[in-house]
């Protein structure tokens, strides 16, 4: 039985293929994209071009492989390419 609520889970588990750690990457970048331009995550997304826009897209990929890690998500949601404060 699969589990999980459409346009969130990930293709692999809708295939009732093996969840991964790249699996809830997908989900948590759906559940990002929706909380932060109130649109479902399977509409386009064409003309996003923030760092978090472009960050978030990267980890709704279809094939695994291609997905972010969560750690490389992170820091890329971090680095919004202004320099360190020296403070």
């Known amino acids: 039985e699969t ?6 889970m990930a293709p692999e588990v ?5 969840a991964s750690p ?3 990457l997908f989900s948590l970048g759906a559940v990002l994209h ?4 109130g649109r ?3 509409g386009p997304m064409v003309g ?3 760092q ?14 291609d997905r972010q890690t969560m750690v490389e998500l992170l820091l890329a949601l971090l680095d919004d390419g202004r320099p360190a404060d020296p403070a």
């Open 52 to 65: 978090l826009g472009a960050s978030i897209g990267d980890s709704l990929q279809s094939n695994t492989r």
């Open 40 to 42: 479902s995550p399977q």
């Open 22 to 24: 790249a699996s809830d």
């Open 48 to 50: 996003e071009t923030s």
């Open 34 to 37: 929706a909380a932060l331009t």
């Open 14 to 18: 809708m295939a009732r293929q093996r």
């Open 3 to 8: 589990v999980g609520t459409l346009g969130y």
